[in-house]
T-cell receptor
Framework: GENVEQHPSTLSVQEGDSAVIKCTYSDSASNYFPWYKQELGKGPQLIIDIRSNVGEKKDQRIAVTLNKTAKHFSLHITETQPEDSAVYFCAASIGIKAAGNKLTFGGGTRVLVKP | GAGVSQSPRYKVAKRGQDVALRCDPISGHVSLFWYQQALGQGPEFLTYFQNEAQLDKSGLPSDRFFAERPEGSVSTLKIQRTQQEDSAVYLC?????????????FGPGTRLTVL
């Protein structure tokens, strides 16, 4: 089955700096790659996603890149703010209609933005 | 509108007890997923429903785990004869795949502690 590796496990940045989180996946059939933010005591919340027919996607301070050949994708957060502090998860899925798009998650990155 | 809700939010069980965890998905969402999230790790897929049909239960760790969604809306995850290794946060997610959208909306989770 699919395996997703995520690095680093913890990331501490100064407010205003950029943060980059990297993930690799194993199954070349994966075609959907969401990123989730999870705050303490809450469920994961989607912040951005990318599909395999797109190489890059941006939404304000957040961007995601995908390299299908190398089977890796990255999350970039620019101009970090204290409210960006949370645990971030990457995930991958194969969108098979009959089976649903179950997500395989990475191990998570705890991001701390220091004021 | 209302998001995914789960109850109870916290559950403490003695080893050997049975527990039932409830998920109320977003109204009209066809797809419903259960995930298990151990402390400090990413969520792991347990099972998937499309309406009332359980199409994938490959992630259920043992036959002590059982899930149902009899009317295609509310779902219940039942764990029989709980063990300490069952301690985790159980997350429910729903999505509207008929709209062609892969996004999964997560509930806040139920934190299960088995003593």
């Amino acid at each position: 089955g699919e395996n997703v590796e995520q690095h680093p496990s913890t990331l501490s940045v100064q407010e205003g700096d950029s943060a980059v989180i990297k993930c690799t996946y194993s199954d070349s059939a994966s075609n959907y790659f969401p990123w989730y933010k999870q705050e303490l005591g809450k469920g994961p919340q989607l912040i951005i996603d990318i599909r395999s027919n797109v190489g890059e996607k941006k939404d304000q301070r957040i961007a995601v890149t995908l390299n299908k050949t190398a089977k890796h994708f990255s999350l970039h957060i620019t101009e970090t703010q204290p409210e960006d502090s949370a645990v971030y998860f990457c995930a991958a899925s194969i969108g098979i209609k009959a089976a649903g798009n179950k997500l395989t998650f990475g191990g998570g990155t705890r991001v701390l933005v220091k004021p | 509108g209302a998001g995914v809700s789960q109850s109870p939010r916290y559950k403490v069980a003695k080893r050997g007890q049975d527990v039932a965890l409830r998920c109320d998905p977003i109204s009209g969402h066809v797809s419903l997923f259960w995930y298990q999230q151990a402390l400090g790790q990413g969520p792991e897929f347990l099972t998937y429903f499309q309406n009332e049909a359980q199409l994938d239960k490959s992630g259920l760790p043992s036959d002590r785990f059982f899930a149902e969604r009899p009317e295609g809306s509310v779902s219940t995850l039942k764990i029989q004869r709980t063990q300490q290794e069952d301690s985790a946060v159980y997350l429910c997610a729903s999505s509207d795949r008929l709209a062609g959208n892969n996004e999964q909306f997560f509930g806040p989770g139920t934190r299960l502690t088995v003593l």
